[in-house]
């Protein structure tokens, strides 16, 4: 066994397992494989991943997906190009959102159109339908990563932020807002949290749709402006079965990310 591999035990918390393993960076999200449903057959689909187009390349993070898939013991799947997690937003019915800017901006498959990309998620993710929206938020690492721009919370509902006053993300957002509408899908709306500056003055591609949605909770980040309470109770009002709680996400989106990008679900019931 790897020693990479080793499972930890841990005194702190109980029902907990922590497996070691070499990766670059925390971004689960995106280096780890996506868990499909495939007719009641669990599979890990896995990804080329090439370091957010070539700009963060790091020791560990093309290796985290097979390690991952090995350790849950689930049957897996490989395709042959680069996607990363945090992309794609799927409604369990056979709608797949996700941007140009990212799948289709050149630096991760160049040579792929949007018909051979929408080719392979129907291949790949069981996508019976792509909805492309345009761009992501200004300074965003992952050149417009759609779990920072809209999320599903129920099979054809999408939440998605309304710009502030003053927003740096006006023509972003309100772009996405007519993009969901033209696409006919129901819209719930949440504040924006607006500016969101770093120590250095940098804005931050700061959002409240990178919630990770856990077993009985909803985790928000938040980001110590007004519109922080409004965001948690307008996100804990779309899952009724779980309490929204707020959590500091400036410190981890000065790394690049929130709460969604570092971590991956696994349904229930599929470890062997």
């Known amino acids: 066994m790897?020693?990479?591999?080793?499972?930890?035990?841990?005194?702190?918390?109980?029902?907990?397992?922590?497996?070691?393993?070499?990766?670059?960076?925390?971004?689960?999200r995106d280096t780890g494989p996506i868990f499909i449903d495939d007719g009641g057959q669990l599979v890990a689909a896995r990804f080329r991943f090439d370091g957010w187009g070539g700009k963060y390349v790091m020791a560990g993070d093309t290796e985290v997906a097979a390690r991952v898939t090995a350790w849950t013991g689930v049957a897996g799947a490989a395709f042959d190009f680069v996607l990363e997690g945090g992309a794609v937003e799927v409604d369990g019915?056979?709608?797949?959102?996700?941007?140009?800017?990212c799948l289709l901006?050149?630096?991760?498959?160049?040579?792929?159109?949007?018909?051979?990309?929408?080719?392979?998620?129907?291949?790949?993710?069981?996508?019976?339908?792509?909805v492309w929206l345009d761009r992501g938020l200004a300074n965003d690492h992952t050149d417009g990563h759609i779990?920072?721009?809209?999320?599903?919370?129920?099979?054809?509902?999408?939440?998605?932020?309304?710009p502030a006053a003053g927003d740096p993300n006006r023509d972003a957002l309100d772009?996405?807002?007519?993009?969901?509408?033209?696409?006919?899908?129901?819209?719930?709306?949440?504040?924006?949290?607006?500016?969101?500056?770093?120590?250095?003055?940098?804005?931050?591609?700061?959002?409240y749709t990178n919630?990770?949605?856990?077993?009985?909770?909803?985790?928000?980040?938040?980001?110590?402006?007004?519109?922080?309470?409004r965001a948690v109770a307008a996100i804990g009002?779309?899952?009724?079965?779980?309490?929204?709680?707020?959590?500091p996400g400036k410190p981890v989106v000065v790394g690049g990310g929130a709460f969604h990008c570092c971590t991956q679900q696994q349904p229930l019931g599929s470890r062997s």
């Open 2 to 28: 790897d020693a990479c591999d080793i499972p930890i035990q841990t005194k702190d918390a109980a029902g907990i397992e922590i497996v070691a393993g070499a990766f670059g960076d925390v971004w689960l």
């Open 237 to 247: 009002a779309l899952f009724p079965g779980r309490r929204a709680i707020g959590l």
């Open 147 to 162: 779990d920072t721009l809209a999320r599903f919370v129920a099979p054809g509902v999408v939440a998605c932020m309304v």
């Open 175 to 207: 772009g996405v807002l007519r993009d969901l509408a033209a696409a006919k899908l129901d819209v719930v709306t949440l504040p924006s949290p607006g500016e969101v500056l770093d120590a250095g003055g940098q804005l931050l591609p700061a959002s």
């Open 93 to 101: 019915a056979g709608t797949l959102l996700t941007t140009r800017q």
């Open 211 to 229: 919630f990770y949605i856990a077993n009985t909770v909803v985790v928000v980040p938040t980001y110590d402006v007004p519109a922080d309470d």
């Open 105 to 130: 901006g050149g630096g991760r498959n160049p040579g792929l159109d949007q018909r051979a990309l929408e080719s392979r998620l129907a291949s790949a993710l069981g996508a019976e339908r792509v």
